[in-house]
């Protein structure tokens, strides 16, 4: 069983639609990081979040961390959002120490048309 | 702005040849992971490494996989004896404390043939 799940697993929108993607997860999480992975591979980290809410220009994260769900926006997408938005989380380590490793889930991608 | 580096780019290899894969990271980071990444598949955690040495490791860093920082700058990892397999885009990340960003390289793409 995945411990990190997006959805949905593709989308696409027309420019300037207002865009959702879920993260769920199922265990305790010290943190969630959303990334952003461009068509080249490079992976870029959008926000790190461990309650509430970001905002940074067009994209906002949110999370609840009772329901254990996370959310990304972005507001009047354009082309250029095309990528890969990966979940990735820092998981609550047991009985011992963190060394922030993240576990992901499988990605979005996105795709925007003009 | 500071970033992590990666070299090479692309790496093609034969089955059973040894690869090393470079890093390096941002200079006042105490953090460092590398992950790989499958065609089509999500990113795996193989391994992080915190006050010169290994700190936590997956189930895929078997004995074939080795880390090094050999000089306070660079960061490598070594695979002794590649399989096809092992074909994957191998990223590098740091990070200056455990609850803050996590900084990614651009990646090395590794082809075994």
């Known amino acids: 069983k995945n411990e990190v799940e997006q959805s949905p697993q593709n989308l696409t929108a027309q420019e300037g639609e207002f865009i959702t993607i879920n993260c769920s997860y199922s265990?305790?999480?010290?943190?969630l990081h959303w990334l952003q992975q461009h068509p080249g591979g490079g992976i870029v980290s959008l926000f790190m979040l461990s309650s509430g809410k970001k905002k940074h220009g067009r994209l906002i994260a949110t999370i609840n961390i009772q329901e254990k769900h996370s959310s990304l926006h972005i507001t009047a997408s354009h082309p250029r959002d095309s990528a890969v938005y990966i979940c990735?989380?820092?998981?609550?380590?047991?009985?011992?120490?963190?060394?922030?490793?993240?576990?992901f889930g499988q990605g979005t991608i996105l795709t925007v048309h003009p | 702005e500071p970033e992590v580096t990666q070299t090479p780019s692309h790496q093609v290899t034969q089955m059973g040849q040894e690869v090393i894969l470079r890093c390096v990271p941002i200079?006042?980071?105490?953090?460092f992971y590398w992950y790989r990444q499958i065609l089509g598949q999500k990113v795996e955690f193989l391994v992080s490494f915190y006050n010169n040495e290994i700190s936590e490791k997956s189930e895929i860093f078997d004995d074939q996989f080795s880390v090094e920082r050999p000089d306070g700058s660079n960061f490598t990892l070594k695979i002794r004896s590649t399989k096809l397999e092992d074909s994957a885009m191998y990223f590098c990340?740091?990070?200056?404390?455990?609850?803050?960003?996590?900084?990614f390289g651009p990646g090395t793409r590794l082809t075994v043939l």
């Open positions: 265990v305790g999480i010290s943190a």
């Open positions: 990735a989380v820092l998981l609550i380590n047991a009985g011992g120490t963190s060394y922030g490793k993240l576990t």
């Open positions: 200079s006042n980071h105490l953090y």
């Open positions: 990340a740091s990070k200056r404390r455990v609850l803050t960003v996590q900084f």
